[in-house]
């Protein structure tokens, strides 16, 4: 709907109408279209010169249906009816045109499909109600074989044309109306259900949009690596139990090869509401898994993964898990239709629920190890959003749909931001490198020149706003025309768009990704051996008598396993104390904050902006004022975060990691001093060792001591702290229908009601209720305030004890290389001469085998890289 159309004539004709003073700006496409749909409904009742009972009974469930007890307009429905039936408006052409001046062709048809559902509502056509809507059609641009079938369909006669049902199905599909309200959804979903079904093909389940070749080859690639690893740790484990190799060695082997087993790619998708992505997520697996519905639908986060058989498992927050039913999980993984098609439903996320895990041994994606995650739609309800956030945190990729019809608004605009800075952990100078945009619903662009607009217009603001960069990172689709033409085993344009989108995500996952992880595992394993090679050269020195520890030597290791104890110690001592220091730093800078913070959110309340009227749309206008509200102080909290905390961070922290780097430099002087003195290698073995274990791991945050220095200084620690969920879940108050009646009782019962509004001044009105939401929502972060400040104080002790830990483990490898070589010297003392000739050889074959799994490596990246 073109809401530029409207004229001064519209206006004066729906203030007439509706008995308000109005001005353009409150013409709303509901309102405009219950105007028209009055006018129609009433010109159609009394075409005949009589009203029926049954026509008064279909005028009010028609309005029932279409307009829920709880909106703006439902007040407005019989006053309107009286002035249009009084003024005879529905007589009027003009006044029809007036009215249907900015409907779209899908909009124009639904109108019109009313009035003929209204004509046979006391079970025949009347020659003259069908005459008044052929008058109407004609004037209103509407093809006569629309009016042919509409009137078949309503007559339960039988439909011959198929084509034409096929594309009334298509023109009135709910999808067509998402991006104007939910009154339209209610609306196209209603006449559906009461048109013939379209006939449906056999449905073809082992289909699939792509053969994922490519990831068939990486799990292959996966999986000899990791026979690799199985054969490292049987050479190990043979010299760890002859005491010549750190049993360090074969842990850290066993660390790389589980996570290699258990590694899965993870692929998230996200969006706003009715965007299709439970549609999208059928079309990747080839099979109608998940619910779909034309209103929200996505109540709880739903994994999809590979399992030897079906089963749907249910797992809660208080740690119970159940199997569960198909039906009972489509049941659990979905809000109620009652509650999504409400405007503010009470109802958010099942709050007992974590996530359902969906297996399946049949689901070609899934088989080559990706889990598909269905998430909570962003932006739907406070709750939803705080599981999603969760899930980002666990990606690989993450799959961003919207609209074709209203591409990227600003509010998905602001999503997609939003995105970007949580996978970049907090960083938001740079594009998002795993973001794939899909435009749905890309068939509902019928010229190409829409469809050129529409990718010109995506593709600027993707660009301009650096939200992503990579190749092939935007794609247009129809999920639905590509599920059922996959169903079906048939092929058309949409499967091929969706195979290319596949394709796409398919060489990010195992390119970008996996390719990167497989390199990465492989050098932690190359490390290991380093490490165990340099062992044996030490122990054949000590066979050869090239290197003995003495008495004395034996004494000073010893005492550097004491020291390396004690350094271990005094870093936790310092920890602790720093740690303490940090927290009051915070809580100190929090309480400042917290002072002026009320006085910044008045002043950012004057930027609020909605598209909602302050007469018909008090409810979307408080809630979209309310977001706007959250918006505002989470991005207070995040910038006193970033900053602030940040800085406290950098130096207590820099103080700990100093005190560390200096002990472990302590340590390594002491190996350069054995060294030499002993003609041995401990340095090189405590690079290789220490590095093996930051090298091993897929998809894990573990670094180095200078790359966690490195982090605090660019600013990723903050990305984790877990603000918006924090902030989420204190003002979840913000999700049901209670705080708009709060707000909006005072105001309205100050002007006799909400009708009494509109001779009320728009601004002064929006005012008042931006007046309204800070106070309440000053009160509501009032009361959690403080869970938000322990949330970050959680985050600020984790900090901490990451450091620690990493310390410590540093400090337990050294000492490992200690003990190693202790028990070298100990063997050799007990060993005679032929003894030691024997060792020797297994001391060659040993080096043998690790030099022939190292080449085994190489083998498999190569073929990898192939």
Avoid at 115 to 128: E, F, L, V, W
Avoid at 310 to 322: F, L, P, S, T
Wanted: negative net charge; hydrophobic residues 40%.
């Amino acid at each position: 709907m073109d809401t530029s159309l409207i004229s001064s004539q519209t206006v004066e004709l729906v203030s007439l109408l509706t008995g308000q003073r109005l001005r353009k700006e409150d013409i709303t496409p509901p309102l405009l279209f219950l105007a028209a749909l009055v006018t129609v409904l009433l010109g159609v009742i009394h075409a005949d010169g009589t009203v029926s009972a049954e026509e008064k009974q279909r005028l009010r469930t028609t309005f029932t249906e279409l307009i829920p007890a709880n909106n703006s307009l439902r007040p407005l429905v019989m006053p309107m009816v009286k002035s249009v039936q009084d003024r005879q408006v529905y007589n009027k052409v003009t006044a029809l045109l007036a009215l249907t001046a900015c409907f779209s062709e899908e909009e124009k048809l639904l109108l019109i499909s009313f009035g003929y559902q209204m004509s046979a509502a006391d079970g025949t056509i009347d020659k003259r109600e069908k005459q008044y809507l052929q008058n109407i059609a004609n004037r209103l641009g509407i093809a006569g074989r629309f009016l042919t079938f509409l009137e078949a369909s309503f007559s339960n006669q039988a439909i011959s044309d198929t084509a034409t049902l096929a594309e009334v199905h298509s023109l009135l599909d709910p999808a067509q109306f998402q991006s104007l309200d939910s009154m339209f959804v209610r609306a196209a979903s209603h006449i559906i259900q009461h048109l013939p079904a379209k006939p449906k093909q056999q449905k073809n389940h082992k289909n699939s949009v792509s053969s994922y070749q490519e990831l068939k080859n990486f799990q292959e690639y996966r999986q000899q690596l990791d026979a690799v690893c199985g054969k490292l740790g049987l050479t190990l484990r043979d010299g760890s139990d002859r005491n010549v190799l750190s049993p360090n060695l074969t842990e850290e082997v066993t660390k790389i090869s589980r996570k290699l087993e258990s590694q899965r790619f993870r692929v998230a998708v996200v969006g706003e509401f009715s965007k299709g992505k439970s549609t999208l997520l059928n079309a990747l697996l080839g099979e109608e898994i998940q619910p779909v519905r034309d209103i929200p639908c996505s109540g709880t986060v739903t994994v999809l993964t590979y399992g030897l058989q079906q089963r749907v498992i249910c797992k809660y927050k208080d740690g119970r898990e159940e199997e569960i039913s198909p039906e009972q999980y489509k049941d659990k993984a979905s809000i109620s239709e009652e509650a999504a098609l409400g405007s503010f439903g009470d109802e958010i996320v099942n709050s007992e629920i974590k996530e359902i895990i969906f297996e399946h041994p049949n689901l070609e994606l899934c088989t080559n190890g990706v889990e598909i995650i269905d998430s909570p739609g962003l932006n739907e309800q406070a709750e939803r959003t705080l599981v999603t956030e969760q899930v980002l945190k666990t990606t690989d990729a993450v799959i961003f749909l919207t609209h074709a019809q209203n591409a990227l608004t600003e509010k998905e605009r602001e999503l997609l931001l939003y995105l970007k800075k949580e996978l970049n952990q907090g960083k938001d100078n740079e594009a998002a490198k795993s973001i794939f945009v899909l435009v749905n619903f890309a068939d509902l662009l019928r010229r190409e020149g829409s469809r050129k607009q529409v990718r010109e217009r995506v593709e600027k603001i993707v660009k301009e706003q650096i939200l992503i960069v990579g190749e092939n990172r935007i794609h247009f689709i129809s999920a639905q025309s590509a599920l059922d033409a996959i169903l079906d085993g048939t092929e058309n344009e949409y499967v091929k768009s969706f195979q290319d989108f596949t394709k796409s995500l398919e060489q990010f996952l195992t390119v970008e990704r996996g390719a990167i992880a497989l390199n990465q595992s492989a050098a932690g394993i190359k490390q290991i051996i380093d490490t165990g090679c340099d062992e044996l050269t030490q122990y054949r020195e000590m066979l050869e008598g090239n290197l003995t520890v003495s008495q004395g030597d034996k004494a000073k290791i010893f005492e550097q396993m004491a020291e390396a104890s004690g350094r271990d110690v005094k870093i936790r001592l310092l920890a602790d104390e720093l740690m303490d220091k940090c927290v009051e730093e915070a809580i100190e800078s929090w309480h400042e904050w917290l002072e002026l913070l009320g006085e910044r959110l008045i002043g950012k309340s004057d930027r609020w902006t909605s598209e909602h009227s302050h007469m018909w749309s008090q409810n979307e206008l408080t809630k979209d004022y309310s977001d706007q509200f959250v918006r505002d102080i989470t991005e207070e909290i995040e910038d006193w975060a970033t900053q602030k905390v940040q800085s406290i961070l950098q130096k207590n922290l820099g103080s700990l990691n100093s005190q560390i780097s200096e002990e472990i430099n302590a340590i390594r002087q002491e190996f350069q001093k054995f060294d030499k003195q002993l003609s041995s290698n401990l340095v090189s073995q405590f690079k290789n060792l220490a590095s093996a274990g930051n090298l091993g791991g897929i998809g894990t945050s573990g670094s180095t001591i200078a790359s966690s220095i490195s982090q605090i200084e660019d600013g990723g620690l903050m990305g984790g702290l877990g603000i918006g969920a924090a902030v989420g879940a204190a003002l979840l108050f913000f999700t049901g229908l209670g705080f708009i009646g709060v707000i909006l009782g005072g105001l309205a019962a100050g002007v006799g009601g909400g009708l009494g509004w509109g001779f009320l001044d728009g601004d002064t009105v929006k005012g008042q209720i931006k007046e309204k939401v800070c106070e309440l929502g000053f009160e509501k972060f009032d009361e959690s305030s403080q869970s938000i400040f322990d949330k970050i104080q959680e985050r600020i002790i984790a900090v901490f004890e990451e450091r620690v830990e990493t310390s410590s483990d540093v400090m337990s490898k050294a000492m490992s290389l200690w003990e190693n070589l202790l028990e070298q010297q100990e063997k050799r003392d007990r060993q005679n001469q032929a003894e030691c000739e024997a060792q020797k050889v297994w001391l060659a074959d040993k080096r043998l085998e690790l030099q022939e799994i190292e080449k085994q490596i190489e083998a498999v990246l190569n073929q990898s890289a192939g």
